[in-house]
């Protein structure tokens, strides 16, 4: 039975997670993402190991891996598999072309290099996560080096993208699993997310952005109990 903070942590989410299981096939490396719609598969999954399937997990944060040991499910690093199948992860906003903002859970470039480790990248998210254009709730997460912050806020600036430190409950700053600060960028709907993606990684200093360009092969998006998947058509 689950408890009580497994709960919370995926109230909202069982029936998108129940779709993206059928996904999973014994055998399978999968990616482990962070926020609350990917714990929520993270536990199902555990449900399924718990029943005997055989699979491999790649947590994306701490957090992720400590859920994933709680459940018992199999983990290793990045470096001990070839490629991973399939990746499960959550987002803050998606488009209708399945393009991305990640990162509000602090994980984004961990979540970003697991992700292009996969030969499959599935996005779980409620439906108040879709928008009409990316950047339309106005924020986009930076992860940046702390000796650059400085230089990374003056050219972030420089870009229309009015850069907040991330702090925690206690008002000192944020600090990513990687050691560093995230700049919480403040956005308008944008235009051109590949250019602002490339202008914004030519900022010394800087290691990631939340944008998700192109990367998302399905986005399983749960209204109410309703469940639908989105799929990207590639050439």
Same mark, same amino acid.
């Given at each position: 039975? %689950?408890?009580?903070?497994?709960?919370?942590?995926?109230?909202?989410?069982?029936?998108?997670?129940?779709?993206?299981l059928s996904l999973v096939e014994p055998g399978h490396v999968l990616g482990l993402g962070t926020g609350r719609a990917a714990t929520?598969?993270?536990?199902?999954?555990?449900?399924?190991?718990?029943?005997?399937?055989?699979?491999?997990?790649?947590?994306?944060? %701490?957090?992720?891996?400590?859920?994933?040991?709680?459940?018992?499910?199999?983990?290793?690093?990045?470096?001990?598999?070839?490629?991973?199948?399939?990746?499960?992860d959550g987002a803050d906003e998606v488009d209708a072309a399945l393009d991305l903002i990640k990162g509000y859970g602090g994980a984004?470039?961990?979540?970003?290099?697991?992700?292009?480790?996969?030969?499959?990248?599935?996005?779980?998210?409620?439906?108040?996560?879709?928008?009409?254009?990316?950047?339309?709730?106005?924020?986009?997460?930076v992860e940046v080096l702390p000796f650059g912050e400085a230089l990374c806020r003056k050219r972030l600036c420089e870009l229309d993208? %009015?850069?907040?430190?991330?702090?925690?409950?206690?008002?000192?700053?944020?600090?990513?699993?990687?050691?560093?600060?995230?700049?919480?960028?403040?956005?308008?709907?944008?235009?051109?997310?590949?250019?602002?993606?490339?202008?914004?990684?030519?900022?010394?200093?800087?290691?990631?952005?939340?944008?998700?360009?192109?990367?998302?092969?399905?986005?399983?998006?749960?209204?109410?109990?309703?469940?639908?998947?989105?799929?990207?058509?590639?050439?």
């Amino acid at each position: 039975m %689950e408890d009580d903070a497994g709960r919370a942590a995926t109230g909202g989410t069982e029936a998108s997670a129940q779709e993206a299981l059928s996904l999973v096939e014994p055998g399978h490396v999968l990616g482990l993402g962070t926020g609350r719609a990917a714990t929520a598969f993270v536990h199902a999954l555990g449900a399924r190991v718990a029943d005997g399937l055989e699979i491999t997990g790649v947590p994306t944060s %701490e957090a992720t891996a400590a859920v994933a040991r709680e459940l018992r499910i199999p983990l290793v690093g990045l470096e001990q598999v070839d490629q991973i199948d399939v990746t499960f992860d959550g987002a803050d906003e998606v488009d209708a072309a399945l393009d991305l903002i990640k990162g509000y859970g602090g994980a984004l470039v961990r979540e970003k290099i697991v992700a292009a480790s996969s030969r499959r990248l599935v996005i779980l998210v409620g439906a108040e996560k879709c928008v009409p254009q990316i950047g339309s709730r106005g924020k986009l997460p930076v992860e940046v080096l702390p000796f650059g912050e400085a230089l990374c806020r003056k050219r972030l600036c420089e870009l229309d993208c %009015e850069p907040v430190l991330r702090e925690t409950q206690a008002e000192a700053p944020y600090v990513t699993d990687n050691g560093n600060v995230i700049l919480d960028c403040r956005i308008a709907p944008i235009e051109d997310a590949e250019q602002l993606e490339r202008a914004i990684l030519a900022i010394p200093g800087v290691l990631g952005t939340g944008l998700f360009v192109g990367m998302a092969d399905a986005v399983i998006v749960q209204d109410g109990d309703r469940v639908e998947v989105r799929r990207r058509h590639r050439n």
